[in-house]
């Protein structure tokens, strides 16, 4: 691997299969399979992003950026392909990933940091401060199942926010909760990713915030590579492509 870089994906490819939906009693009888259809989430996608580099990456939906995204995080493998980091220390932001619901949201905070690679006392002294910053009160004693889409978010974000990682992955996540929580996690999230040893991807529909925060853009388009140079570059040839 480069040393120069902290992320380097060559000729990935990401597909799903699809059943189409069917009668059960139908196929029963007529004992048939269903069938099944490939949809190719990512295709032949390579880049290279520095260490310290906040890229971010845009699309319209149902364009590859969150696969690609969870494929980097370790949670989706690749069909072919390869993903090199240079660090293992890895954090994935995306609600409705990482928590096992009829967990509370305490042991979700231990868990969630031995997944990323802290040790248990690691995690421990950290687990007030991630508490205190989610701002959910009792409900940290309470199943996550339990939680509001908001309480859900705010923990997720928290838990990110305070065990830093070298390599952050954030999927349209940076202000989650009211207009209080959404003021502060933006605030914590520019102050993470100013730290010039850590390499960012966001995942975002919002011009504003990648303007603001991103060194680099990424645009993926029905599961290619598009385009990728400076934001201001991309983003105007995206908007005109898109009107």
Known sequence: MD?????????????????????IKKSLLQLKKSKVEVHEAVKNVSFNVKRGEIMGIIGKNGSGKSTMLRAIAGIFSADSGTIELESESVSLLSIGVGFQKKLTGRENIMLSGMLLGFSEQQVKEKMQEIIAFAEIGKFIDLPVKTYSSGMYSKLAFAITAILESDIMLIDEVLSVGDAKFKKKSYKKMKELISDSNRT?????????????????????????????????????AYEEFMS
């Open 200 to 236: 960012v991807l966001i995942v975002s529909h919002s011009a504003d915030t990648l303007k603001e925060l991103c060194t680099s853009l990424l645009w993926l388009h029905e599961g290619e590579l598009k385009m990728q140079g400076e934001p201001a570059e991309v983003l105007a």
């Open 3 to 23: 040393n120069n870089y902290a992320i380097q994906v060559k000729d990935l490819c990401i597909s799903y299969k699809c059943i189409q939906s069917f009668s």
